[in-house]
Structures are given as C-alpha cells and as structure tokens.
C-alpha cells in the first residue's frame, strides 16, 4: 500500500526557514512528486513539483524562496523554505505531482509564520 508521511512543519517567524521532508513507500516513488499547501479557508493548492529525473518547477509565489529536491535512495522528497512570510502559513502535503491521487494524500505537517 502506498503511503506519504510529511514532517518538519513547525512555527517559525517570518523570514525564517523551513525544510519539509516526505517519505514514499512502494513504487511511488518512480513517479514525478510535488509539494501542495492548504491554508485555513482555502482549496488546496499546488507549491512546487520534480520529477524522477530532478526537473523543477514552482508557483509564482513561492519561486525564488522555495527548493524542491529529492533523495531516490531514502525514497523522500524535501522542500527547503526560505525567507518565510505569513502567507506561507498552511498545513503542506506532497503527492504525485500533474495528477496527484486522492488516495495518496496523508496527514500532512502544519507550517505556522508568525510576525
């Protein structure tokens, strides 16, 4: 059974950093992955994706401050993310990315950026 676990959330003052890490069991992990967020009151929402072989992408908002990368060998993806502001605050999940599966979604790690 496929399964997603996000950390690394936390609550940390704006301009801050954070890295998230997502460990992928099974053969997920072959996929292209990305990184969504979904802050109170809003949909859920796409941050940044890669796929198997490294390529990048990111939402506007986020471009510049955010880095996506991933580790085939540990079967995990991170999101390093840097120079934080209070829109950043949102629970932040990782899937497949241009298509992610509503049956791979997990718990998610909540990221809180205070003033």
């Known amino acids: 059974q496929v399964q997603l676990v996000e950390s690394g959330g936390g609550l940390v003052q704006t301009g801050g950093s954070l890295r998230l890490s997502c460990a992928a069991s099974?053969?997920?992990?072959?996929?292209?992955m990305g990184w969504y967020r979904q802050a109170p009151g809003n949909q859920r929402e796409w941050v940044a994706g890669i796929s198997r072989i490294g390529i990048t992408n990111y939402a506007a908002s986020v471009t510049g401050r955010f880095t996506i990368s991933r580790d085939n060998a540990k079967s995990t993806v991170y999101l390093q993310m840097d120079s934080l502001k209070l829109e950043d605050t949102a629970v932040y999940y990782c899937n497949t990315w241009l298509g992610p599966r509503n049956d791979y979604w997990g718990q998610g790690t909540q990221v809180t950026v205070s003033s």
């Open positions: 099974g053969s997920i992990f072959s996929r292209d």
